[in-house]
């Protein structure tokens, strides 16, 4: 298994060359879901209506970025195309998480790790359905969520770096974090996928 610096470095070395792509990718879709959730009551539901096929969008935007592939802004719409798919996954993955936060901050903190791989699966694999993609990624997480938390908790500080810099930082941040995250579910599934065909 990479340590996390190698997924940060190999972040870095997909994104040279490709930074005006990765942040205008990554601000269109914050403006539109940042834009949308402003609306003056319909913005709430329409949030939660394009909130899954954007993050799998965004998912799918970051892979092939993190893989040296071509990527377009396109590709950010992808998950409409199977939009009642992306919504469910959406969904399930938020009734989930909160729901186990009610009972304590940790074990949904725990849970939401474990879920986090769901987005990237649904962009991999058009046939799988929601909730087997986050059974598959609960699974596929055994073992990795401290390893994922702390590759999380690297971008605590250039997160507040970001804000004094008045959110600038952002533009830069959320794409490296993207594709970060994205070679960690890169290897992660690779790991799992040997595991299988060792069983």
Do not use: C
Request: avoid cysteine; aromatic fraction near 14%.
């Amino acid at each position: 298994m990479k340590t996390n610096q190698e997924f940060l470095d190999q972040a870095k070395k997909s994104l040279s060359g490709n930074w005006g792509i990765a942040i205008g990718g990554h601000l269109i879709a914050i403006l539109i879901l940042g834009t949308i959730q402003i609306i003056p009551v319909v913005g709430v539901f329409a949030g939660i209506l394009i909130g899954g096929p954007m993050t799998v969008g965004l998912a799918y935007f970051s892979l092939r970025l993190a893989k040296d592939e071509e990527a377009r802004i396109e590709q950010l719409f992808v998950g409409f195309n199977d939009f009642g798919r992306t919504l469910g996954a959406y969904l399930l993955v938020a009734v989930y998480t909160i729901l186990w936060a009610l009972l304590l901050i940790i074990p949904g903190l725990i849970k939401s790790m474990a879920y986090s791989q769901t987005f990237f699966i649904l962009a991999e694999d058009a046939e799988i359905s929601a909730d087997d993609a986050i059974v598959k990624s609960m699974d596929m997480m055994d073992g990795y969520k401290w390893k994922y938390f702390f590759l999380a908790f690297h971008f605590i500080g250039w997160s507040i770096l970001s804000v004094l810099t008045l959110g600038i930082g952002f533009l830069f941040l959320i794409p490296y974090m993207q594709v970060s995250t994205a070679n960690f579910y890169l290897e992660v599934k690779e790991n799992y996928e040997q595991q299988q065909h060792n069983a």
